[in-house]
């Protein structure tokens, strides 16, 4: 029996993580989508975390989990597991705090998440086929060099900084009716979720990821951990298999979940970027294509999609204007 994550994050830890990482991090913008809110019939407001320093949310829970370790522990080092975006999260935090950062990552990981971890100094291992073996990896790595693993979905401290997300959302819209979540291994949904439920419970949470990364949507049908096949994806930062701490984040935190397809999550791409300037990669997109295509049983408003990130390289984005633009 495992001990419910919501029942140790708190508010508190929260706010603690916003001042931790005040002047590190970027507050994003909300904006308001003509499209989305004519489908919703009421105000959606795209919350756009491809704005953040690194290119994605990351960076807040990386950024806060590193600063809580005691110098000592610090001083060692981090080591990581990611699809990219959480490495270069890492990476800048190490690179801001002084300390040597590794980051495993599976061999299909995109070159600007690659390329950007390198250029802030961390080691990348890209050896790997995916990203369980990337996981399984780095936490034997860091265990052998006696070096702290930073969890790229769970941990309090990442959880929290995560949350901040949604302390951002809720001191500029505070009469937000629902949020939509790009959900993988549940570190996004862990923390907004977390803080949502008990400071304004009345608020809708709705996850999306894609029909490829099933790994949340499939188990939370069956009760259980249900295990996915590893196969390409445009979501490639939702991939992943999921455990018993991430199923739990979703049974309590999210109201309804879906999925979208691979061509939704590219037409979501593409019209990001061409009606609304806004540059996502795919598993950013998921949570607007549960929108845009319609595929929500219910959206209160005004409701928050959050665009999660957007390091997507750009022969894959232009591919897929050329398919579906």
């Known amino acids: 029996?495992?001990?419910?994550?919501?029942?140790?994050?708190?508010?508190?830890?929260?706010?603690?993580?916003?001042?931790?990482?005040?002047?590190?991090t970027r507050r994003t913008r909300l904006?308001?989508?003509t499209k989305l809110s004519q489908?919703?019939?009421?105000?959606?407001?795209?919350?756009?975390?491809?704005e953040q320093i690194t290119g994605s949310f990351k960076l807040r829970g990386a950024f806060n989990a590193i600063a809580s370790l005691p110098p000592e522990v610090r001083a060692r080092g981090v080591i990581a597991s990611s699809a990219g975006n959480h490495g270069l999260g890492v990476a800048y935090a190490a690179h801001h705090l002084g300390i040597p950062a590794t980051v495993y990552v599976p061999v299909d990981a995109p070159k600007v998440k690659r390329q950007g971890m390198a250029d802030l100094g961390a080691t990348v291992d890209s050896t790997q086929p995916d990203y369980d073996a990337a996981m399984v990896a780095a936490k034997a790595h860091a265990a052998s060099a006696g070096a702290e693993y930073i969890n790229p979905c769970l941990g309090d401290m990442v959880?929290?900084?995560?949350?901040?997300?949604?302390?951002?959302?809720?001191?500029?819209?505070?009469?937000?009716?629902?949020?939509?979540?790009?959900?993988?291994?549940?570190?996004l949904l862990g923390g907004i979720a977390?803080?949502?439920?008990?400071?304004?419970?009345?608020?809708?949470?709705?996850?999306?990821?894609?029909?490829?990364?099933a790994?949340?949507?499939?188990?939370?049908?069956?009760?259980?951990?249900?295990?996915?096949?590893?196969?390409?994806?445009?979501?490639?930062?939702?991939?992943?298999?999921?455990?018993e701490f991430a199923l739990d984040i979703a049974q309590h935190g999210l109201d309804e979940m879906v999925t979208v397809t691979e061509e939704e999550i590219g037409r979501a791409i593409v019209w990001l970027d061409a009606q609304e300037g806004v540059r996502a990669e795919g598993a950013a997109a998921c949570a607007t294509a549960a929108v845009l295509f319609r595929r929500l049983a219910e959206l209160a408003t005004p409701a928050v999609v959050i665009v999660s990130g957007g390091n997507i390289d750009g022969e894959r984005?232009?591919?897929?204007?050329?398919?579906y633009g």
């Open 1 to 24: 029996m495992i001990t419910s994550l919501f029942e140790q994050l708190r508010p508190a830890d929260v706010f603690a993580a916003a001042a931790r990482i005040e002047g590190i």
């Open 31 to 33: 904006l308001r989508s």
């Open 39 to 50: 489908i919703a019939g009421g105000d959606v407001f795209l919350k756009l975390e491809n």
């Open 159 to 187: 959880l929290a900084g995560q949350g901040t997300v949604a302390l951002e959302i809720m001191q500029a819209l505070p009469d937000v009716a629902s949020i939509v979540v790009n959900v993988g291994g549940g570190g």
């Open 215 to 243: 790994a949340v949507a499939r188990s939370l049908e069956a009760s259980r951990v249900v295990e996915i096949e590893s196969v390409p994806t445009l979501a490639d930062g939702l991939a992943g298999q999921i455990d």
């Open 317 to 323: 984005l232009e591919g897929l204007k050329q398919r």
């Open 194 to 213: 977390n803080f949502v439920r008990r400071v304004a419970p009345h608020v809708r949470i709705a996850g999306a990821q894609s029909v490829n990364t």
